[in-house]
């Protein structure tokens, strides 16, 4: 069987990494929406505020009428009538997106086929991080306690990127955040998870351990 016949190489802006990796609320304020906390307004009808599903990094609103749970190139192609391409490309040049090459190879059957090859770092980005600084500019910053910041901190920082998942016991937790007092860690892990950094799951052991799910 012959190889595929190389047809056009373009270099393009990565849009696994715009879906994945860019935070809803940023690409919302870029485009004019009202953003507040996990809320930012409906795109389709202003008078609705939707919600920011954290974890996938998707807004829905329950009131405008649509069935569809919005990503970042959704938000974009709705708020602004744009198609796939223009919106890829508004985003791209309001953000540092990363590029791929891609590739149009046609077969013995004349069937063409799109690859996309070459990240410049290496590595395909599979989910949201989140980072301090980010987690600073946002919204929801304000509305967390002091202990509540001193713990998300801790967690972006100690929860190993590979797995996701930190063990640890109370009394450690409470040496890391700087706090004596169980009941405002107990608070504290309740705020990181209605903004959706953290799942808990706690361990059936003698040393108190829980473990942390990004």
Same mark, same amino acid.
Not at 32 to 52: E, M, N, Q, T, Y
Not at 95 to 118: E, H, M, Q, S
């Given at each position: 069987?012959?190889?595929?016949?190389?047809?056009?190489?373009?270099?393009?802006?990565?849009?696994? &990494?715009?879906?994945? #990796?860019?935070?809803?609320?940023?690409?919302? #304020?870029?485009?004019? /929406?009202?953003?507040?906390?996990?809320?930012?307004? %409906?795109?389709?009808?202003?008078?609705?505020?939707?919600?920011?599903?954290?974890?996938?990094?998707?807004?829905? %609103?329950?009131? %405008?009428? !649509?069935?569809? %749970?919005?990503?970042?190139?959704?938000?974009?192609?709705?708020?602004?009538?744009?198609?796939?391409?223009?919106?890829?490309?508004?985003?791209?040049?309001?953000?540092?997106?990363?590029? *791929?090459?891609?590739?149009?190879?046609?077969? /013995?059957?004349? $069937?063409?086929?799109?690859? &996309?090859?070459?990240?410049?770092?290496?590595?395909?980005?599979?989910? +949201? #991080?989140? !980072?301090?600084?980010?987690?600073?500019?946002?919204?929801?910053?304000? !509305?967390?306690?002091? $202990? $509540?910041?001193? /713990?998300?901190?801790? +967690?972006?920082?100690?929860?190993?990127?590979?797995? /996701?998942?930190?063990?640890?016991?109370?009394?450690?937790?409470?040496?890391?955040?700087?706090?004596?007092?169980?009941?405002?860690?107990?608070?504290?892990?309740?705020?990181? *998870?209605?903004?959706?950094?953290?799942?808990?799951?706690?361990?059936?052991?003698?040393?108190?351990?829980?473990?942390?799910?990004?």
């Amino acid at each position: 069987m012959s190889e595929p016949q190389k047809v056009a190489e373009f270099v393009v802006p990565d849009a696994d &990494y715009i879906r994945l #990796e860019l935070p809803m609320s940023e690409v919302a #304020e870029k485009l004019g /929406l009202d953003v507040r906390d996990r809320r930012v307004r %409906c795109p389709r009808d202003r008078s609705h505020w939707a919600k920011i599903w954290l974890k996938k990094n998707k807004v829905k %609103c329950f009131k %405008c009428g !649509s069935r569809a %749970c919005w990503g970042t190139i959704d938000l974009v192609m709705v708020t602004l009538r744009a198609d796939v391409n223009q919106a890829i490309q508004w985003i791209a040049a309001r953000f540092a997106v990363p590029k *791929r090459r891609r590739r149009i190879t046609r077969n /013995l059957w004349g $069937t063409t086929r799109n690859l &996309y090859v070459d990240y410049p770092d290496g590595k395909r980005p599979r989910r +949201l #991080e989140i !980072s301090l600084d980010a987690l600073r500019r946002s919204p929801v910053w304000a !509305s967390l306690t002091p $202990t $509540t910041r001193r /713990l998300a901190a801790f +967690l972006i920082q100690a929860v190993p990127r590979e797995s /996701l998942i930190l063990s640890i016991t109370y009394r450690e937790l409470q040496r890391k955040v700087q706090t004596a007092n169980r009941g405002t860690l107990k608070i504290a892990f309740a705020q990181l *998870r209605e903004i959706g950094l953290i799942e808990t799951q706690r361990e059936a052991s003698g040393n108190d351990g829980f473990g942390f799910y990004a």
